[in-house]
């Protein structure tokens, strides 16, 4: 099935999403939902018919209801909040079409025709058993990531960082003398590492951890904006390529933030600005809190989004 525009009239089954202007070239949006306050199996049947066969075949094969659940809701996340972003038309979230890149990194893919011009979203998806989340740019890649901030690992921090960081991240970790800030640090750098490898569609099997090294970097403070809020600062984050030390890039826009009070989230977006001497324009992000076709709170500004600078620095 083709993307295509449909009148509100023809489309009784479900209420119409609230639209939303697509981000402009320094915004990024972020739409998270938390599966447990998802409730209402009649709301999830709905969501069910959102999906396309092959995403509903995918989900009926996962074992457990909670797993399900979240495969669900992943999906109609996706389908929902890129549906918002309307241009010359309505879409319908059903009729939305997938593809994935040569490392499995999903991508809308658009039906052209004279009647639609399909707007440049980039987005990428992140989950948790407690959160799953959706992040949206125009015109540059991004990459997200969303842990648990209690996340509890069965292997020794140090142990665990030896196989998947570099010899510089282990340093630094193994330097914090208190456990749980170690635990703490471990996973914001985990996140980090993992919307860094999305952002450049590759993930983690095509760009082991290792192969890069994560820096924070206090001296030099990059700013971006949450509506609702001054502009906040934050420690810059540099990459060091494993294959050629000292090259330093900061060609990627970094945000780290704590969200709901419970989840650590990184988002990571190609910089191009930063070429053509914008590097100092704060990034904007705006956060939204919603349950698709019942409720979208806007939180940006508020205490459930808390950005964070880095702890372990340069």
């Not at 447990?36 to 996962?62: G, H, I």
């Not at 992943?74 to 241009?87: G, M, P």
């Not at 971006?224 to 900061?250: K, M, Q, R």
């Amino acid at each position: 099935m083709n993307i295509r525009c449909f009148q509100r009239n023809l489309s009784s089954a479900l209420p119409p999403l609230v639209p939303i202007q697509l981000p402009s070239p320094r915004e990024t949006h972020f739409w998270y939902i938390l599966p447990d306050e998802v409730k209402s199996v009649a709301l999830l049947n709905r969501y069910s018919e959102l999906l396309s066969p092959c995403e509903r075949e995918n989900v009926n094969r996962m074992s457990g209801d909670q797993l399900k659940k979240r495969a669900l809701l992943a999906r109609a996340l996706v389908r929902t909040t890129i549906a918002r972003y309307q241009t010359n038309c309505e879409i319908n979230p059903r009729s939305l079409k997938f593809k994935k890149n040569i490392y499995g990194k999903p991508e809308v893919e658009w039906h052209k025709d004279d009647n639609f011009s399909p707007p440049p979203l980039h987005f990428n998806i992140s989950h948790t058993s407690s959160m799953i989340a959706c992040g949206v740019t125009i015109n540059a890649p991004i990459g997200i990531d969303v842990e648990e901030k209690q996340r509890k690992l069965k292997n020794d921090i140090i142990a665990f960082a030896q196989r998947y960081f570099s010899p510089y991240e282990v340093k630094l970790l193994t330097s914090i003398s208190d456990p749980e800030v170690r635990r703490q640090e471990f996973i914001k750098l985990w996140t980090l590492k993992e919307a860094y490898v999305k952002a450049l569609g590759k993930g983690f099997s095509a760009m082991p951890f290792k192969t890069f090294t994560i820096q924070f970097r206090t001296s030099t403070l990059r700013r971006f904006h949450l509506p609702g809020n001054s502009v906040s600062e934050a420690s810059e984050v540099i990459v060091e390529s494993s294959n050629d030390p000292g090259n330093l890039t900061n060609n990627c826009l970094f945000s780290l933030l704590e969200v709901a009070g419970s989840h650590y989230a990184a988002i990571c977006v190609e910089n191009d600005e930063i070429v053509r001497g914008e590097a100092n324009t704060p990034m904007k992000l705006t956060v939204w809190k919603t349950i698709p076709f019942v409720e979208d709170v806007c939180v940006s500004g508020t205490d459930a989004v808390v950005p964070l600078r880095g702890i372990i620095e340069q």
